[in-house]
């Protein structure tokens, strides 16, 4: 069964930093796409970051340059730093990974940038 377990949001001010931090069991390995959607209150989730199957990186072109995504292999662990957060951020970050049983994703941790 494979699980995902999100840790790291909470309120910040615009132009801090969060790190989020998404640990895998279950089956999940280096080569299993991995990455970080959001959904704000109202709109589509959306693709933040993701590591694709083949180790390559994913990103919205909304957070280019101030979002980087990570992982420890070894801890099975996918990381998105964030910086330069601005309150268009705001939203329910979700872990999501990809197995051959399917695509999981993870409780959602919120993420909130005052302005």
């Known amino acids: 069964q494979v699980q995902l377990v999100e840790s790291g949001g909470g309120l910040v001010q615009a132009g801090g930093s969060l790190r989020l931090s998404c640990t895998a069991s279950?089956?999940?390995?280096?080569?299993?796409?991995m990455g970080w959607y959001r959904q704000a209150p109202g709109k589509q989730r959306e693709l933040v970051a993701a590591?694709?199957?083949?180790?390559?990186?994913n990103y919205a072109d909304s957070v280019k340059g101030r979002f980087t995504i990570s992982r420890d292999n070894a801890k099975n662990t996918v990381y998105l730093q964030m910086n330069s957060l601005k309150p268009e951020d705001t939203a329910v970050y979700y872990c999501?990974?990809?197995?051959?049983?399917?695509?999981?994703w993870g409780q959602g941790t919120q993420v909130t940038v005052s302005s």
């Open positions: 999501n990974a990809v197995h051959w049983t399917g695509r999981y």
């Open positions: 279950g089956g999940i390995f280096s080569g299993n796409a």
């Open positions: 590591f694709t199957s083949g180790g390559s990186t």
